[in-house]
């Protein structure tokens, strides 16, 4: 099946622009339903990521930022990318905006990032709403660099733009889906389908048996670039388990191992996440995680056959009252 023109060769102010926009409307359009929204207080967030592959290339990334009372806030980032022989760093500023009730969650952020002296705009906006009791709506959009070593060194970036839906059907079996497409500046396009089916082995034990699918289709494959088959589908299954380890923090953990194919033929693939973070009643909200994979759709790496990903992850935010 071949993409539709309009699909794969979007307008030049449109890769640039989508994310951005896109952030700044729904930021907009939620400010402006202020009035329903919890009350804030000023915070420090913080992101950070730490990641190794076989093919040994590395890479480092922090967010620091601050929000005023409003939800409103500023920051910078860095990050640093390392393959024997090679490295290339990045710097950035943004803007940011958070909300949160019992009816939607909305983080959003936007700037400009100059990584290896390619300027780019950059940003990324999550937006989910409880539009019946079971179920949610939201969008989700981001536009950032294409961190290979070729993506990298010839400045490309993408844009990618998704729906996304949760469903409860019964109080222990959920799913979850994502639908969208990613523009990338080398003029390649990826429309993708997510879903996650989840149910819960014995009720309030945090104890879930769940698959997840993951299918997309790659306009101009092959360019060399980044891991881009003409197509890829795969179907996983695993098991999760969160546990509250006192009043203040949670365990986390999951497993799962599956299969993958493209048109060059299919191989097993597994995944493993653990990780810490404190109850979402509390103010301050912190959680650190580690995760390992041979999955080539962790990253944009085209490594070959016994191909690994490891990555460790953090996330803050410290109110003040």
Same mark, same amino acid.
């Not at 480092?60 to 022989?85: I, K, M, Q």
């Not at 990584?115 to 780019?120: I, L, M, N, S, V």
């Given at each position: 099946?071949?993409?539709?023109?309009?699909?794969?060769?979007?307008?030049?102010?449109?890769?640039?622009?989508?994310?951005?926009?896109?952030?700044?409307?729904?930021?907009?359009?939620?400010?402006?339903?202020?009035?329903?929204?919890?009350?804030?207080?000023?915070?420090?967030?913080?992101?950070?990521?730490?990641?190794?592959?076989?093919?040994?290339?590395?890479?480092?990334?922090?967010?620091?930022?601050?929000? %005023?009372?409003?939800?409103?806030?500023?920051?910078?980032?860095?990050?640093?990318?390392?393959?024997?022989?090679?490295?290339?760093?990045?710097?950035?500023?943004?803007?940011?905006?958070?909300?949160?009730?019992?009816?939607?969650?909305?983080?959003?952020?936007?700037?400009?990032?100059?990584?290896?002296?390619?300027?780019?705009?950059?940003?990324?906006?999550?937006?989910?709403?409880?539009?019946?009791?079971?179920?949610?709506?939201?969008?989700?959009?981001?536009?950032?660099?294409?961190?290979?070593?070729?993506?990298?060194?010839?400045?490309?970036?993408?844009?990618?733009?998704?729906?996304?839906?949760? +469903?409860?059907?019964?109080?222990?079996?959920?799913?979850?889906?994502?639908?969208?497409?990613?523009?990338?500046?080398?003029?390649?396009?990826?429309?993708?389908?997510?879903?996650?089916?989840?149910?819960?082995?014995?009720?309030?034990?945090?104890?879930?048996?769940?698959?997840?699918?993951?299918?997309?289709?790659?306009?101009?494959?092959?360019?060399?670039?980044?891991?881009?088959?003409?197509?890829?589908?795969?179907?996983?299954?695993?098991?999760?388990?969160?546990?509250?380890?006192?009043?203040?923090?949670? %365990?986390?953990?999951?497993?799962?191992?599956?299969?993958?194919?493209?048109?060059?033929?299919?191989?097993?693939?597994?995944?493993?996440?653990?990780?810490?973070?404190? +109850?979402?009643?509390?103010?301050?909200?912190?959680?650190?995680?580690?995760?390992?994979?041979?999955?080539?759709?962790?990253? %944009?790496?085209?490594?070959?056959?016994?191909?690994?990903?490891?990555?460790?992850?953090?996330?803050?935010?410290?109110?003040?009252?």
């Amino acid at each position: 099946m071949q993409a539709s023109r309009s699909l794969s060769t979007p307008a030049p102010w449109l890769r640039v622009g989508l994310a951005g926009a896109l952030a700044i409307g729904a930021v907009s359009a939620a400010f402006g339903q202020s009035a329903d929204r919890q009350a804030t207080h000023s915070a420090i967030t913080g992101d950070a990521l730490f990641s190794n592959d076989s093919d040994h290339f590395r890479e480092a990334r922090g967010y620091l930022g601050y929000l %005023f009372s409003n939800g409103w806030g500023l920051g910078g980032g860095v990050t640093y990318y390392g393959a024997p022989d090679w490295s290339a760093r990045g710097r950035g500023l943004f803007g940011q905006y958070r909300s949160a009730d019992a009816q939607q969650t909305l983080s959003a952020r936007v700037g400009v990032m100059d990584t290896d002296g390619h300027t780019t705009p950059t940003g990324a906006l999550d937006f989910m709403r409880h539009v019946t009791s079971a179920t949610s709506l939201g969008v989700s959009a981001e536009r950032d660099v294409v961190d290979s070593i070729k993506g990298i060194e010839k400045g490309l970036t993408y844009d990618s733009l998704a729906l996304v839906l949760d +469903h409860q059907f019964t109080p222990r079996f959920t799913v979850g889906a994502v639908a969208g497409a990613m523009w990338f500046s080398d003029h390649n396009t990826r429309p993708f389908l997510r879903t996650r089916w989840s149910y819960e082995l014995v009720q309030n034990s945090g104890v879930n048996a769940y698959i997840k699918t993951r299918h997309y289709y790659d306009t101009d494959p092959g360019l060399g670039n980044y891991y881009s088959p003409r197509w890829l589908g795969e179907v996983s299954g695993g098991f999760s388990w969160r546990a509250a380890l006192s009043d203040k923090a949670v %365990f986390f953990v999951s497993a799962d191992a599956g299969r993958q194919n493209t048109e060059s033929g299919g191989t097993g693939i597994w995944g493993a996440r653990i990780g810490l973070q404190n +109850h979402r009643s509390r103010k301050m909200q912190w959680q650190v995680a580690v995760e390992t994979t041979n999955n080539h759709t962790s990253g %944009f790496s085209s490594g070959g056959d016994g191909y690994r990903y490891t990555s460790v992850t953090g996330q803050l935010v410290v109110p003040f009252n």
